[in-house]
């Protein structure tokens, strides 16, 4: 890793950007290794202008390191955004905005709307929700053989309409032993093949495949209660992204992780993305 990146703790991301001009050095470099490219026409033929901006010799349009990423037209300063990247990385159980508020020293709504714009760049190219979904329809089990469950049904006729609506026919659902399901046994055998994944006692007894539990389910259950208390379900997607981007690099240090969140910052993400009114735009 580049000297330029290896920022390992909160307090060498707060020591080394101390102002806004080694933010933007810094911006510039994680964009353009030493080579600036013009945002609006890929032309490589920029000039540096007195005042920190760029000119493109292509098509003579001026622009600064702020263009094409996260952090165009932002009126915080670039310090206050990289803490917040740095801390929603590397905070376990993720961060709030009430806490992100306190430690940055802004108000919780701006918190909110940070780290609303920090989950959507955190999302990678293949977390996507399919509007219907096939194969095996599994539940998650921990190794005393207890379901993690989710409340989104509390009974067969909820149940029911929510298999015709997002599993296509053919798919093999592998129930759980909740009460709830038994009625769909006979109901269901035409057009799902409906099983039972594993007796009660199965990990119990076979403690060499306790290796196929999944704890990512508990974790997310832990960060949005125990750390978010509420999430809202038209931006709950949004915090699986964030839980995700922890999940797949928790065996890199600090300073990767920030690193591969700093590569993503690619991407213009407008106010009505992140508008509380809005239902899973992105």
């Known amino acids: 890793m580049n000297s330029k990146t290896a920022f390992n703790s909160f307090a060498e991301v707060t020591r080394k950007l101390t102002n806004e001009n080694n933010c933007k050095e810094y911006l510039a470099w994680v964009r353009w290794h030493g080579k600036p490219k013009c945002p609006y026409c890929g032309c490589e033929r920029v000039y540096h202008k007195k005042d920190g901006r760029y000119a493109c010799a292509g ?160 974790q997310l259950k832990r960060m949005v209660m125990g750390v978010n208390h509420y999430v809202s379900s038209s931006h709950f997607h949004r915090y699986v992204y964030e839980a995700l981007f922890r999940r797949n690099y928790k065996d890199e240090s600090n300073g990767v992780r920030f690193c591969v969140a700093m590569n993503r910052i690619h991407c213009i993400i407008p106010y009505y993305v992140v508008s509380p009114k809005n239902s899973k735009v992105s």
């Open 59 to 218: 098509c003579k349009n001026t622009f600064s390191v702020l263009v094409g990423t996260i952090f165009q037209n932002t009126k915080l300063p670039l310090a206050t955004w990289f803490k917040a990247i740095f801390l929603i990385c590397n905070s376990k159980k993720g961060i709030s905005s009430c806490q992100l508020s306190m430690i940055l020293g802004i108000t919780q709504k701006t918190a909110w709307f940070m780290l609303q714009k920090l989950r959507i760049m955190l999302k990678e190219n293949t977390d996507d929700f399919p509007d219907v979904v096939q194969g095996d329809i599994k539940e998650k089990r921990n190794r005393k053989g207890k379901l993690f469950k989710i409340r989104l049904s509390d009974g067969p006729l909820i149940i029911h309409p929510m298999l015709y609506k997002y599993i296509i026919p053919s798919s093999r659902i592998f129930r759980d032993h909740r009460i709830c399901y038994q009625p769909l046994l006979e109901s269901e055998k035409s057009r799902y093949q409906i099983e039972d994944p594993y007796p009660i006692n199965y990990f119990e007894n076979n403690a060499d495949n306790q290796h196929i539990v999944d704890c990512f389910w508990q």
